[in-house]
């Protein structure tokens, strides 16, 4: 990590067209984190498809 790395991140967020972050904001308690979000997508995910297959197989 470069030593200027709250100015790259500052500037960053600057050519992105958004406000500097807030150096001082505190993370948001018990809010989700991307990781989770992904695994409870994958854990519907599996199951649609476990249960389409059910479908699938009850008709057949």
């Known amino acids: 990590m470069s030593p ?3 100015v790259d991140v500052r500037r960053a967020s600057q050519d992105a067209g958004g406000p500097p972050p807030d150096p001082n904001a505190a993370p948001v308690p018990g ?3 991307l990781g ?3 695994a409870a997508g994958g854990v ?3 199951v649609v498809l476990a249960s389409s297959i059910a479908v699938v197989m009850f008709l057949a």
């Open 4 to 6: 200027n790395a709250d």
């Open 31 to 33: 809010g989700a984190r």
């Open 36 to 38: 989770d979000l992904l």
């Open 44 to 46: 519907a995910a599996a």
